[in-house]
């Protein structure tokens, strides 16, 4: 097994809005993206963030050699439950998520 973020290029998460938060993996060529895509399991990435694996958007990219989750915030963006403005401190729980 392997940490995301030991395989991947790059992995972002920010704002899609004041309801949801959007993370992009994006994985540098083909074999990366292949592996990712087939070994990244949506309901455990739900249970990461704890969240309803039903309430998560996933988008695999292959031309582009991304994969992309779209979920729900915890808080609405700018609340005082909001801990993380702008979504960017997501993106770290999902680089040290190990995957085959």
Do not use: Y
Not at 41 to 58: C, E, G, M, N, Y
């Amino acid at each position: 097994m392997v940490e995301l973020g030991q395989i991947a290029e790059k992995i972002r998460s920010k704002n899609a809005g004041p309801f949801w938060l959007t993370i992009d993996i994006f994985c540098g060529g083909r074999a990366v993206f292949d592996r990712i895509s087939a070994n990244l399991d949506t309901p455990r990435v739900a249970s990461l963030f704890r969240t309803d694996p039903d309430q998560i958007k996933r988008f695999d990219i292959a031309d582009l050699n991304v994969v992309k989750f779209s979920l729900p915030r915890p808080a609405v963006q700018g609340t005082r439950a909001d801990r993380d403005m702008h979504g960017a401190a997501w993106a770290v729980l999902l680089e040290e998520f190990r995957i085959d």
